[in-house]
């Protein structure tokens, strides 16, 4: 009783160890955070502009195209740049602050947007099916609605999206796509994402899926929730909670085709519970199996050349890296049989976590006293029905928290499966990274998911163990 | 019933323990044979040679005429013929009572739930513990975990019974209500063979006495003629320092 409340005080000391440790690292955020935007230096206008011109002599043709079109035909002013480190400029305009981020894809979709200004709800409103000379003039009046100060823009504006410098041509949108477009926006998404062909200057185009300027067209259209709003000048405490408010949003509310990005997750839970549990279920079967073998052999010879093969496949197991394994059981194995990411996985994690479940059982079957096999043996069972019958449900009582760390391990384990394409909880939040280009919220997001789940487990088979105890005491 | 012919036993990797040195006996149906000796003398190794849980290094032995030390007989079939009962019980402690009796007669005898069921409860009833049908093992006393072990035993309804010193783990105050039993048990004509360090049980139900001692049957007779006029010294020497 003593021992149970100590272990309660360690607990409890634990859980507010664990609980100050996570509001240390949310302080720490939050002053990181703040020193960050307290550190970006002001620039005067005349670095303000040598850097904007080095960051635009540095840019590759296409984004160097719109940055010039941004500053030519719109007028823009350039009030200031702002440096807040390696990777961002802030440009401070006459209208609103854009970020110029040195990155290519980030920088070009931020031109894009503002040079064509496809705000289609706003448009919509209005002109709910246009026909292209209208949507030209609106997009023009759109600009000048937003550029006032820059005085209106004369010259005509083309639908350039790219220009491809290998074959010197150029790629503009048909008509019929910004019909599409302003008529229905997401039918336009589908419609340039299934494109095949293109006209360009009246010649029929090929778009293969792997070229880049076809996903520039996607994005170009899907850029609707381009922010042009005026820039935000609260306290940096509140502007903080708006940027992890907003990040919130864009890693796990906004949607891709309709799904919100939450959903990447949730898919990958569903893989990560499935490869999880049949492989667990194998290795049990495996490593039952296995400690069998090894206890027969053990304690009466028998068996000899199963021994050699269980202790061929422990060393094997045991001696190489999960990953390695997964690779081969894989790439080498199954891949070219035609058998699937998923089921190979579960073959990988099943042989691997039954190595370790054999040992386990195999303590677990050397615990149980050596009379409870003469008292089997005594009644006229065989080895192995005794084994079964008598042995080894005492032994699964035996091992069953161990049992339990090995499911738990496995499941974090089988967090590599992404490597063969399993589209798992790991590669879930890997997904949404890719989409948001932000670290943080994603990958914590998943370390959550990992947490909640093994301590669920965790409850749950100490439910069970108290269950199996009651009734059985020696 | 059981003939023994040249027993030898040894341990360790060379045999270098010799513990049954050439052991002869010839058990009759019916008899109540009570094995004493020091310990150390194999009379343990002994009964449990009788059921092959050790095997024998060499020798004989032939329960109703077919030898069990052969490699082809199945001694799987020969041990549901043969109780066997042990000084740790040794009960199925993850199993109710219930289970403990009737486990055994489903699985080998064939035997239907029902019936095996009330087999058990006429079993449970003669050892006095219909009562604890549905107690696991660990809710029950010593006494009454061995009078368990001993329904359990004869639920397979054997020919021969082995005691391996079913009392010498008992609280003193239990040990009557197992002997009783066994005394029961005598009574209706059970052949048994019984490992014991308990005299008076010995005087009162075997029809003989065998005194083990170095890995032989130092003597052998009725239990008056050994405890009342031993003739080998070592006999001797055990009772006087027992008594």
């Not at chain 2, 002997?179 to 139900?205: I, P, R, W």
């Amino acid at each position: 009783m003593n021992n149970k409340k100590k272990l309660i005080t360690t607990k409890r000391v634990f859980l507010a160890c664990l609980l100050l440790a996570a509001v240390a690292f949310a302080l720490y955020v939050v002053i990181a955070q703040s020193l960050a935007s307290k550190t970006s230096r002001e620039l005067t206008a005349e670095q303000a502009q040598s850097i904007v011109n080095e960051r635009l002599a540095l840019l590759p043709k296409v984004q160097a195209d719109a940055a010039v079109y941004l500053t030519n035909n719109m007028s823009v002013e350039v009030k200031s740049v702002t440096q807040s480190d390696d990777r961002s400029l802030v440009l401070d305009c006459d209208v609103a602050t854009y970020d110029l981020y040195g990155t290519v894809e980030e920088n070009l979709d931020k031109y894009l947007a503002l040079a064509y200004k496809i705000d289609h709800e706003r448009i919509e409103k209005k002109l709910p099916k246009a026909n292209s000379t209208i949507i030209r003039q609106n997009i023009k009046d759109e600009f000048n609605k937003d550029f006032e100060k820059a005085g209106k823009v004369e010259k005509s504006l083309e639908l350039k999206i790219y220009e491809v410098e290998e074959n010197d041509f150029q790629l503009y949108l048909s008509d019929e796509v910004i019909d599409a477009l302003y008529g229905d926006y997401k039918k336009a998404v589908a419609l340039v994402k299934d494109a095949q062909y293109c006209t360009i200057d009246g010649q029929q185009v090929q778009i293969s899926n792997n070229i880049p300027y076809k996903n520039g067209i996607v994005e170009c259209f899907t850029l609707n929730n381009y922010d042009s709003k005026k820039p935000d000048t609260s306290i940096p405490a509140v502007k903080w909670l708006n940027s992890v408010k907003n990040e919130f949003i864009r890693n796990f509310l906004d949607k891709d085709n309709g799904r919100p990005r939450y959903m990447y997750i949730v898919d990958g839970l569903k893989n990560t519970i499935l490869v999880t549990l049949s492989s667990l279920l194998i290795g049990i079967v495996i490593g039952f199996i296995v400690a069998v073998i090894r206890v027969t052999n053990d304690s009466t010879g028998a068996l000899d050349f199963g021994a050699w093969i269980c202790k061929l496949y422990l060393s094997v197991m045991r001696g190489t890296p999960l990953m390695i394994q997964l690779l081969i059981i894989y790439f080498v194995f199954l891949l070219p049989a035609g058998v699937g990411s998923i089921p190979s996985a579960i073959v990988c994690f099943g042989l691997n976590s039954g190595a370790y479940v054999s040992e386990i059982v195999r303590g677990g079957i050397m615990s149980v006293d050596k009379g409870q096999m003469e008292a089997g043996r005594s009644l006229g069972f065989t080895y192995m029905r005794t084994m079964y019958h008598i042995v080894l449900p005492q032994a699964f009582k035996a091992v069953l928290p161990s049992l339990a760390n090995e499911f738990i391990t496995l499941l974090k384990e089988t967090s590599v499966a992404f490597y063969i394409g399993v589209a798992d909880l790991t590669l879930g939040g890997l997904k949404i990274r890719s989409i948001t280009y932000s670290s943080f919220m994603p990958l914590v997001a998943i370390a959550i998911v990992y947490l909640i789940l093994v301590l669920g487990l965790s409850k749950l088979v100490e439910l069970l163990e108290r269950r199996l105890r009651k009734g059985d005491n020696r | 019933m059981i003939t023994v012919k040249g027993l030898y036993k040894e341990f360790g990797d060379k045999g270098e323990i010799k513990v049954l040195k050439g052991i002869d006996e010839h058990i009759e149906k019916g008899e109540k044979i009570v094995i004493i000796g020091p310990s150390g003398g194999g009379k343990s190794t002994f009964l449990r040679c009788l059921n092959r849980l050790e095997e024998p290094t060499d020798g004989q032995i032939l329960f109703k005429n077919e030898c069990i030390t052969d490699k082809k007989c199945d001694i799987n079939k020969l041990r549901m013929k043969m109780g066997m009962v042990f000084q740790h019980f040794n009960l199925f402690p993850h199993k109710s009572v219930m289970e403990n009796l009737t486990l055994a007669p489903i699985k080998l005898l064939k035997m239907d739930k029902a019936e095996a069921e009330k087999q058990a409860m006429e079993l449970l009833e003669m050892v006095g513990l219909a009562d604890k049908a549905n107690a696991y093992p660990s809710q029950l006393s010593g006494g009454q975990k061995q009078r368990v072990a001993i329904a359990r035993a004869l639920a397979m309804k054997p020919e021969v019974m082995l005691f391996d010193e079913p009392t010498s783990a008992l609280d003193p105050e239990l040990v009557g209500e197992v002997l009783s039993v066994m005394k029961k048990l005598a009574d209706e004509g059970m052949t048994m063979v019984c490992v014991t360090h308990e005299m008076g049980f010995a005087k009162e139900v075997a029809t003989r006495v065998l005194f083990m001692c170095d890995g032989v049957i130092a003597e052998s007779g009725t239990p008056e003629e050994i405890f009342t006029n031993p003739q080998n010294p070592r006999t001797k020497q055990f009772l006087q320092s027992i008594l």
